[in-house]
T-cell receptor, first 113, second 110 residues
């Protein structure tokens, strides 16, 4: 069964540093997403991406965050200057289109120290 | 935006017992999925079920869209069923995204 692949699985970074989280969505999927889950809390929507542009974003997705699809396969989330409160599990998801389910990757656990 | 409430928040079962988890949502939906978050934090898709009933082994789910709820049934529970179960919905009027409920934390004791 096709999978959404995320790398790295764990990342530790110092406060103020930039991080890039990487995702390879399923190849025939057209919609891409980032979600995050702070430890012990619910999973929260960050941003959706379609046709090479952001289609929706939440209040969490401020100017410190950006997304990019640099080539035909990768989908990245960049946090420009990390804060302690950015520590969370970040999930990438993709789907083929409306009327289809979302497939989630295994997540990247980001720890900001 | 759409509200998603799950109950109970916590559940402890003895191995072999059956359980029902509930998800209520505040608006009509295009999409509803149930996920199991395992101890490693991975979100495992259990069901894509915007309406109707589906079964997969010991698990089954029913969504009654007109009454805005979904149920996840776990029969003959096993210790490996432990973890957090999330319901997530895409509202008809809530944009192109899933909104997650707060989850039900299940512990199955041997």
């Amino acid at each position: 069964e096709p999978e959404v692949t995320q790398t790295p699985s764990h990342q530790v970074t110092q406060m103020g540093q930039e991080v890039i989280l990487r995702c390879v969505p399923i190849s025939n999927h057209l919609y891409f997403y980032w979600y995050r889950q702070i430890l012990g809390q619910k999973v929260e929507f960050l941003v959706s991406f379609y046709n090479n542009e952001i289609s929706e974003k939440s209040e969490i997705f401020d100017d410190q965050f950006s997304v990019e699809r640099p080539d035909g396969s990768n989908f990245t989330l960049k946090i420009r200057s990390t804060k302690l409160e950015d520590s969370a599990m970040y999930f990438c998801a993709s789907r083929r289109g409306g009327g289809y389910g979302y497939t989630f990757g295994s997540g990247t656990r980001l720890t900001v120290v | 935006g759409i509200q998603v409430e799950q109950s109970p928040p916590d559940l402890i079962l003895q191995e072999g017992a059956n359980s029902t988890l509930r998800c209520n949502f505040s608006d009509s939906v295009n999409n509803l999925q149930w996920f199991h978050q395992n101890p490693w934090g991975q979100l495992i898709n259990l069901f894509y079920i915007p309406s109707g009933t589906k079964q997969n082994g010991r698990l089954s789910a029913t969504t009654v869209a007109t009454e805005r709820y979904s149920l996840l049934y776990i029969s003959s529970s096993q210790t490996t069923d432990s973890g957090v179960y999330f319901c997530a919905v895409e509202g008809n009027n809530a944009g192109n995204m899933l909104t997650f409920g707060g989850g039900t934390r299940l512990m199955v004791k041997p």
